[in-house]
């Protein structure tokens, strides 16, 4: 069970904060719920302290950042041509609730926006990606989530000029 003030993760809206448990009679059936202020938007969700580990509440996880900053470092990887092809792996990472996986869809998005390859699904995607990790690294640094979107967006560019050289290498290399 969590307290008041933990920092949790919600698997598809991403990191928030425990404001308060809060116990009702009558409603749904259930009698405590968590209210949690989520981190991205500043909205506020009502979960039922019962359903919380089926729904995927957890705890915000400084090894799962950790991981998710790994994934940010390795080289991106091709996505499918094809859009519902596309798609279907995108979402199924976000759906995951998995923060390097997420992470995954954060840096490969990245790298196919490189080249103006982005259609307004795989932008709204890439938004959602950046959000929940961000929000995650706020509740694992303690920092603003504006701090950690920031972040991310310098390790992102940093990343990105990486992978952007050999790919240049090997242009470079194929021409003569």
């Not at 209210?35 to 359903?51: K, S």
């Not at 940010?72 to 596309?86: I, N, T």
Request: charged share 25%; hydrophobic share 40%.
């Amino acid at each position: 069970m969590f307290q008041q003030g933990d920092k949790v993760v919600h698997p598809t809206h991403g990191a928030g904060v425990i404001r308060e448990i809060r116990r009702s009679d009558g409603i749904n059936g259930f009698s405590e719920f968590y209210i949690v202020e989520l981190f991205a938007n500043r909205l506020t969700m009502m979960i039922p302290v019962e359903n919380a580990s089926t729904l995927g509440l957890r705890q915000a996880d400084s090894l799962l950042v950790s991981q998710a900053m790994e994934a940010l470092a390795e080289p991106p990887h091709h996505l499918p041509s094809e859009f519902k092809a596309r798609q279907r792996e995108l979402t199924d990472k976000l759906r995951s609730g998995n923060t390097r996986l997420i992470a995954e869809v954060c840096r490969d998005l990245t790298w196919r926006s490189k080249f103006g390859q982005l259609t307004s699904t795989d932008a709204r995607l890439l938004e959602q990606a950046r959000d929940f990790v961000a929000t995650e690294i706020a509740a694992v640094r303690d920092c603003e989530p504006d701090v950690a979107f920031e972040h991310l967006s310098v390790v992102l560019a940093q990343e990105l000029t990486k992978w952007a050289a050999p790919e240049a290498r090997q242009a470079g290399g194929a021409g003569q």
